[in-house]
């Protein structure tokens, strides 16, 4: 089993910045990508972006590219996702999410965080 728990979420102003981490646990053998999603209340669920963990490549969506970084610490088994310049729209729970198949950014994540809410205020 994987256990993956998300920090960092919090409210902040338009304009402003969070960081968000993701810590992996657990039955972690070999190389995975992490991926950050999102869903704010009557919205479906976003693919915000993802890391490979070996190699370090990464996948930002459009809606957050420029604005969102997603890096890893390998020391820290951590994943983290900066936010920069934060919109009102940018509102929602973020989750990370695991998956072994490192052959798409898309497709079936196989493990899930619970989330953490992210507020952003106009």
């Known amino acids: 089993q994987v256990q993956l728990v998300e920090s960092g979420g919090g409210l902040v102003q338009a304009g402003g910045s969070l960081r968000l981490s993701c810590a992996a646990s657990?039955?972690?053998?070999?190389?995975?990508?992490m991926g950050w999603f999102r869903q704010a209340p009557g919205k479906e669920r976003e693919f915000v972006g993802a890391?490979?963990?070996?190699?370090?490549?990464?996948y930002h969506a459009d809606s957050v590219k420029g604005r969102f970084t997603i890096s890893r610490d390998n020391v820290q088994n951590t994943v983290y996702l900066q936010m920069n310049s934060l919109k009102p729209e940018d509102t929602a729970v973020y989750y990370c999410?695991?998956?072994?198949?490192?052959?798409?950014?898309?497709?079936?994540?196989?493990?899930w965080g619970q989330g953490t809410q992210v507020t952003v205020s106009s």
């Open positions: 999410a695991l998956k072994w198949e490192l052959i798409s950014w898309f497709g079936k994540f196989d493990y």
């Open positions: 657990g039955r972690i053998f070999r190389n995975y990508v």
């Open positions: 890391i490979k963990w070996s190699g370090g490549s990464t």
